[in-house]
């Protein structure tokens, strides 16, 4: 199946969707800081025979608007809001991964008449984090850009499929390959994790949630503990030995946990005990 883009203009603000189509329930899938749409690829082909799958290309990223005066939470979450509303997508289901999970967090904290289900894959409601802006900027500092190639990317960035889906979210100039987003954008959407958490909307969220972690420790356990203890009908599961970006890393495994989830939804209310996520 193919995927056709659609343009959401909100204040100016252009951004990009990867519709993939489907008559059934909505999916929208939101990507991390750095990030872009098609790293949702592998889980929208697979649902989309069954669901409407639209991933979005962020505001800084990707083909959305690069500059954006606004990088704050509430704007990112206002776009999901927009994307939803200008494309027809009644009480989707909400997923995303990092600072895309962050984002649909707190967009069913805050329109909880809006999302159906979460499902947050390496997220939780974190900070403060004061240092997360300094470790962010230095990390993308480190890359070699332009790269020479897209082999070198995929190289860059750890290769197989990780590699891979982070070089598709580069730009081909006639100097080399580019990412799609500036770095100075990228720190500034972290000020507010920077300077404090976000534990107050996730106890007000009120929707079925999946949340799917890797061993990464990019969400210590102390915080999945509490995440639990604040909503323990949360569903909580850990795919061992992968890292941050367990999407990319193993897109079987996400598919099936997620799929599980959905059809769970599908007949009845999620709730009963939490499943403790697995060591």
């Known amino acids: 199946?193919?995927?056709?883009?659609?343009?959401?203009?909100?204040?100016?603000?252009?951004?990009?969707c990867r519709d993939w189509g489907g008559s059934g329930p909505p999916v929208v899938l939101l990507h991390g800081l750095a990030g872009h749409a098609g790293e949702w690829d592998a889980l929208a082909r697979d649902l989309s025979p069954s669901y409407r799958v639209?991933?979005?290309?962020?505001?800084?990223?990707?083909?959305?608007?690069?500059?954006?005066?606004?990088?704050?939470?509430?704007?990112?979450?206002?776009?999901?809001?927009?994307?939803?509303?200008?494309?027809?997508?009644?009480?989707?289901?909400?997923g995303g991964q990092s600072l895309g999970g962050h984002t649909a967090l707190l967009t069913a904290a805050a329109h909880p008449g809006l999302v159906r289900a979460l499902v947050l894959v390496e997220a939780g409601p974190g900070g403060p984090s004061p240092g997360v802006q300094a470790e962010i900027g230095g990390w993308l500092d480190s890359w070699p850009t332009p790269f020479p190639s897209r082999e070198a990317a995929v190289a860059f960035h750890g290769g197989g499929p990780v590699g891979e889906g982070w070089a598709a979210g580069l730009e081909e100039r006639p100097d080399g390959w580019w990412p799609r987003f500036d770095r100075d954008v990228m720190v500034a959407s972290l000020a507010e994790n920077a300077r404090r958490s976000f534990w107050d909307e996730w106890a007000g969220i009120t929707c079925p949630t999946l949340v799917v972690l890797a061993q990464s420790g990019i969400v210590p356990p102390e915080d999945i503990g509490a995440m639990l203890d604040r909503r323990p009908e949360t569903t909580a599961v850990s795919v061992p030995g992968t890292g941050h970006d367990l999407h990319l890393e193993r897109p079987a495994a996400l598919r099936r946990l997620v799929r599980g989830f959905l059809d769970g939804i599908a007949d009845g209310p999620v709730g009963g005990e939490a499943r403790p996520p697995h060591r």
């Open 1 to 16: 199946m193919t995927w056709t883009e659609h343009i959401v203009t909100r204040d100016g603000v252009r951004l990009s």
């Open 54 to 94: 639209v991933a979005v290309d962020q505001r800084g990223h990707g083909a959305a608007e690069r500059r954006p005066r606004d990088v704050s939470r509430a704007a990112y979450v206002a776009d999901v809001v927009a994307v939803c509303r200008q494309l027809g997508l009644r009480r989707p289901v909400l």
